[in-house]
């Protein structure tokens, strides 16, 4: 489940992933919006008629659903739509019915997103995965101190998770959550007062499974003869290590393609869960 428009990068391939942006109509505006695509999926010749005119054309031979042979497999981006609509009304029944949460979270930015990810926990829905990214880390001027653009979005963030941790209850004990950015910050500052791209940064793992309460990893230091490039913090823990036991150990993969990480060779491992 991606909690955003656009399906994150990290989930796309052959496995079944529904993306569910933010949707601020009503919950019947929603719901005829549903049935109007419902319809142009089953081929309604009169939806298919209108959807010509609109296009300009005469709507002749608009037909949404070819009629199928015998023994002809259902066309795979038919079938693909009628699954993604029953799957977004079965998210909106859930959101409709969710209890007032008692957590605290922000109103907006990350919060929200976590939020209605929890609603689909504690419904009992089954889900493996869930993916919600958060834009505007990029502070490249005026970044700030302790009260500025960066402080208050790390505030936000801390928040968001603390949230959600509390609104799912017991469902922490087999849930674990995963906080990375793609990239990290230089650490010297830059002419605008902010900072760039760099490459080391942080992970953060949260959840029952977690060994919590400590920083793993080798600390390379911040002195000048330490810095990569004379810049930047050192990577010394590739991030697919930290997938790589997470997806043997939290989520059993028995059997690692060799497409989950290509040229990756997988080494010790940093030893987060129990």
Same mark, same amino acid.
């Given at each position: 489940?991606?909690?955003?428009? !656009?399906?994150?990068?990290?989930?796309?391939?052959?496995?079944?992933?529904?993306?569910?942006?933010?949707?601020?109509?009503?919950?019947?505006e929603?719901?005829?919006?549903?049935?109007?695509f #419902?319809?142009?999926?089953?081929?309604?010749?009169?939806?298919?008629? *209108?959807?010509?005119?609109?296009a $300009?054309?005469?709507?002749?031979?608009?037909?949404?659903?070819?009629? /199928?042979?015998?023994?002809?497999?259902?066309?795979?981006?038919?079938?693909?739509?009628e699954?993604?609509?029953?799957?977004?009304?079965?998210?909106?029944?859930?959101?409709? /019915?969710?209890?007032?949460?008692?957590?605290s979270?922000?109103k907006?930015?990350?919060g929200?997103k !976590?939020q209605?990810?929890?609603?689909?926990i504690?419904?009992? *829905?089954?889900? *493996?995965? %869930?993916?919600?990214?958060?834009?505007?880390?990029?502070?490249?001027?005026?970044?700030?101190?302790?009260?500025?653009?960066?402080?208050?979005?790390?505030?936000?963030?801390?928040?968001?998770l %603390?949230?959600?941790?509390?609104?799912?209850?017991?469902?922490?004990?087999r849930?674990?959550?995963?906080?990375?950015?793609?990239?990290?910050r230089?650490?010297?500052?830059n002419?605008?007062?902010?900072? #760039?791209?760099?490459?080391g940064?942080l992970?953060?793992?949260?959840?029952?499974?977690?060994? $919590?309460?400590?920083v793993?990893?080798?600390?390379? $230091?911040?002195? #000048?003869?330490?810095?990569?490039?004379n810049?930047?913090?050192?990577?010394?823990? #590739?991030?697919?290590?930290?997938?790589?036991?997470?997806?043997? /150990?939290?989520?059993?993969?028995?059997?690692?393609?060799?497409?989950f990480?290509p040229?990756?060779?997988?080494? /010790?491992?940093?030893?987060?869960?129990?």
């Amino acid at each position: 489940l991606a909690m955003q428009g !656009l399906l994150p990068r990290s989930l796309r391939g052959d496995y079944p992933v529904l993306a569910v942006p933010q949707d601020r109509r009503r919950g019947n505006e929603t719901g005829q919006l549903l049935d109007l695509f #419902d319809e142009l999926y089953k081929g309604d010749k009169k939806i298919g008629k *209108e959807a010509g005119k609109e296009a $300009g054309g005469s709507g002749k031979g608009m037909k949404m659903r070819k009629q /199928k042979r015998k023994g002809e497999r259902e066309d795979p981006v038919i079938l693909s739509g009628e699954v993604t609509i029953r799957a977004l009304r079965r998210f909106n029944e859930i959101q409709a /019915k969710a209890a007032k949460s008692t957590a605290s979270y922000p109103k907006n930015g990350f919060g929200p997103k !976590l939020q209605r990810i929890a609603q689909v926990i504690k419904s009992g *829905e089954p889900m *493996e995965v %869930a993916a919600a990214d958060w834009n505007g880390w990029d502070h490249h001027i005026n970044e700030g101190n302790e009260d500025g653009r960066i402080a208050q979005m790390l505030g936000s963030l801390s928040q968001s998770l %603390a949230a959600f941790m509390t609104d799912i209850g017991g469902h922490r004990k087999r849930t674990v959550v995963v906080v990375m950015s793609e990239f990290g910050r230089t650490c010297r500052e830059n002419g605008n007062r902010g900072t #760039d791209h760099g490459h080391g940064g942080l992970m953060l793992t949260l959840g029952g499974p977690v060994k $919590g309460g400590k920083v793993y990893g080798k600390w390379p $230091g911040l002195e #000048d003869k330490a810095l990569y490039q004379n810049r930047d913090l050192a990577v010394t823990t #590739d991030f697919r290590e930290v997938f790589n036991e997470l997806l043997k /150990k939290h989520m059993q993969v028995k059997r690692m393609s060799k497409d989950f990480f290509p040229n990756y060779k997988p080494g /010790k491992g940093p030893g987060i869960l129990g």
